[in-house]
């Protein structure tokens, strides 16, 4: 799954062994963490959303943000 978003290796340790793990809770939507591996670092969609492709895209860009760009 991870292959598709085209994500930025892990930002703490460089490694590429990065997981995409999404659930359901009802009443309030989708949460979406990415997280490596390797050293456990994570981002998520800090919160909600409605639909879990926009849950998984948002965890996405903030994995793949990085100071300075």
């Known amino acids: 799954m991870s292959e598709k978003y085209n994500l930025k290796p892990c930002p703490f340790c460089g490694k590429t062994h990065i ?4 659930w359901k809770r009802e009443p ?4 979406t963490q990415v997280f490596c591996s390797y050293c456990f670092g994570q981002a998520s969609n800090q919160g909600f959303d409605s639909t879990e492709d926009e849950a998984v ?3 996405v860009k ?3 943000m990085r ?3």
């Open 62 to 64: 903030h994995w793949n």
């Open 19 to 22: 997981i995409i793990d999404t």
């Open 28 to 31: 309030n939507g989708y949460n």
């Open 67 to 69: 100071l300075g760009e």
């Open 57 to 59: 895209e948002k965890a």
